[in-house]
Structure formats: structure tokens, C-alpha cells
């Protein structure tokens, strides 16, 4: 009857597939916190300049640690294969999970950036638009302030010399007032 127990704790558990899921993303756990602690110098106990130098290990540990957690404790969650199945089935059915998660993710992701291609290429469309409209209407303003302005400067300088033509007929008048009388 303890056997039974033991056997049913074991299944339950997953054995070293169950643990082995756990310990990894403990390392993981643990080399992030490492890298944290590193990278903002935590309680200052000069932590950075220690973990710079040897930043490469906590990262791979990391890696190689969190990956095979995610995967493995799916499985060791999930569905527990049969303790007579092979390595190979085991890791042909973990491909074949792979696959098809990856295939999803890549059939969602095209979808998305599909629809959001069309119409980011849609509202590209109108905003040039938009702002070419803007531009022609600014253009337009311009020259016709230009044009203004032109027309403005040509009546200034039309009046300039009309005053200057009447101001030297006056000096001319009022230096000889005689001449005029005489002859």
C-alpha cells in the first residue's frame, strides 16, 4: 500500500520531469535577480562593478534556464506521457507542439500586420494629401501676399515720385520767383 502511494506521488509529481522544470526556472529566477541587483547597484554594495565583468554568466544561465523551464513544465503540467514511452516520441510530440504554437503565432502575426499595413497605407495616402492641400493653399497665400505687397511697393514708389517731382518744382519756384514775372 505504500508503494501504491509512493508510485501515485511520483506520477503526480512527474518524477525528474517534474522537478526539472522547477529547478531551472529557479536558476533563472535567481540569475536575473543577480543581474537586477547588478545593474542597479542594490543597497549599494558595489554589486556593478562585480557584475560587469562577469555579466555574460548570469545571462547565459539565464537563457539556457528559462527556456527549457517554459517548455518542459508545460509538459510536466499538462499531459504526462507514459513512463514506457521513448525519449524520441516525447521530444517529437514537443516539435510538433513547437510547430504549431509557432505556425499559429506567425499566421496571427502576418494577419495583424496585414490589416494594420493597409490601413497605416491607407491613412498615408490621405495625410499626403492633406498636407499637399495644406501646402498648395500656404503656396497660394504667399504669392497672392507677394502680388500684394508688389503692387503696394509700385504705388510707394509712384507717390515717391510724385512728391519728389513736386518737391523740386516747389525748391525750383521758390529760388526764382522773379524769372517767372520777367518774362
Known sequence: MASDKAEKTKKASGGIMGLLPKVLGTLAVISACVLFAGLYDVGHFGLQSLVEGIAVVPVAIFVLCAIPAMLLGRKAEGSALAEGEPVSAQFDELRSTTNSRL????????????????????????????????????????????????????????????????????AVADDNPGNLNAA
Open 103 to 170: 505556425m499559429n503565432f506567425q499566421s496571427a502575426l502576418d494577419a495583424m500586420t496585414g490589416q494594420d499595413r493597409e490601413s497605416l497605407i491607407e491613412e498615408n495616402k490621405w495625410l499626403k494629401e492633406q498636407l499637399e492641400e495644406f501646402q498648395n493653399a500656404e503656396r497660394q497665400k504667399v504669392v497672392d501676399e507677394v502680388e500684394k505687397l508688389r503692387s503696394q511697393n509700385a504705388m510707394l514708389e509712384e507717390k515717391i515720385k510724385e512728391w519728389a517731382i513736386q518737391s523740386v518744382d516747389a
